[in-house]
């Protein structure tokens, strides 16, 4: 399932920006608020080979932004329940592979200081939660 999403605009009245893929009606964007946050975190870049055996780059949100924008999701209380335990789940999930393989990026770096605050004091919680999983069951217990 692939869901194409894009920030709200802070203008009301939006020109007229590209919000669909294809042709016609195929693919419409929803706008989702607190999506901006994301959008200018740091990215990360790296080379992948596509199926044609091509070196691409890839560029992707910083994955500690990724797990912070996911953890502030799972605790709106305008968000579906399904949608809260995805959210949870793959923010404790980022943030447990961001501390065990990138031990260089830390939640509480100067480069992540242009997000809210209130999204950065997410990061204790988060990180308490997802060591708590760790208990050596290579399962993810979803």
């Known amino acids: 399932m692939v869901d194409l999403i894009t920030p709200m ?48 780059e890839m560029v ?3 994955p500690r932004a990724f ?4 953890a502030w999701l799972a605790g709106r209380a305008d968000r579906e329940p399904a949608k809260r335990r995805r959210d949870l789940g793959q923010a404790r999930l980022v943030a447990a592979l961001v501390t065990e393989r990138l031990p260089n990026l ?7 200081s242009a997000l809210p605050a209130g999204l950065r004091r997410l990061a204790p919680d988060l990180l308490a939660t997802s060591r708590r999983r760790d208990d050596g069951d290579p399962e993810p217990g979803w």
């Not at 797990?67 to 996911?70: N, Q």
């Open 9 to 56: 605009p802070r203008d009301r009245f939006p020109s007229s920006g590209r919000t669909s893929l294809g042709g016609g009606n195929d693919l419409h964007a929803v706008e989702i608020e607190g999506l901006a946050w994301l959008v200018n975190a740091p990215t990360c870049r790296a080379v992948v080979i596509d199926e044609r055996g091509y070196p691409v």
């Open 60 to 62: 992707a949100p910083d």
């Open 67 to 70: 797990a912070l924008h996911k």
């Open 106 to 112: 830390s939640f509480d770096g100067s480069d992540l």
